[in-house]
Nanobody, 123 residues
Framework: QVQPVESGGGSVQAGGSLRLSCAASGRLFSTYAIGWFRQPPGKEREFVAAIGWLERNVDYADSVKDRFTISRDNREDTVYLQMNNLQPEGTAVYYC????????????????WGQGTQVTVSS
């Protein structure tokens, strides 16, 4: 079992960058895939990016591809989401979630969730 905790949210202007962190306490963190989801105001939660237990397995939503980068540091039990060229539509609560081994694209595939961190992008 792991317990994800997000940090790194904040307010930026359009075109700016933020790096979110997902620190997960618990045993065998390196065997879990971590996914990032976001929920814009008044909208459904959506998939953003994920990294598998094998670091080479990563994937992104089309809307963030080429601007966001997901990575993991298993020595620190942390996954990072580097977000560049943020746009106002990126305003959302960002959540990280954990599931065993392989990437998932749907919320129902993830077993453990953090509380979320707010990202606000102003134009």
């Amino acid at each position: 079992q792991v317990q994800p905790v997000e940090s790194g949210g904040g307010s930026v202007q359009a075109g700016g960058s933020l790096r979110l962190s997902c620190a997960a306490s618990g045993r065998l963190f390196s065997t879990y895939a971590i996914g990032w989801f976001r929920q814009p105001p008044g909208k459904e939660r959506e998939f953003v990016a994920a990294i598998g237990w094998l670091e080479r397995n990563v994937d992104y939503a089309d809307s963030v591809k080429d601007r966001f980068t997901i990575s993991r540091d298993n020595r620190e039990d942390t996954v990072y989401l580097q977000m560049n060229n943020l746009q106002p539509e990126g305003t959302a609560v960002y959540y990280c979630a954990a599931r065993p081994r392989d990437i998932g694209y749907y919320q129902r595939q993830y077993n453990y969730w953090g509380q979320g961190t707010q990202v606000t992008v102003s134009s």
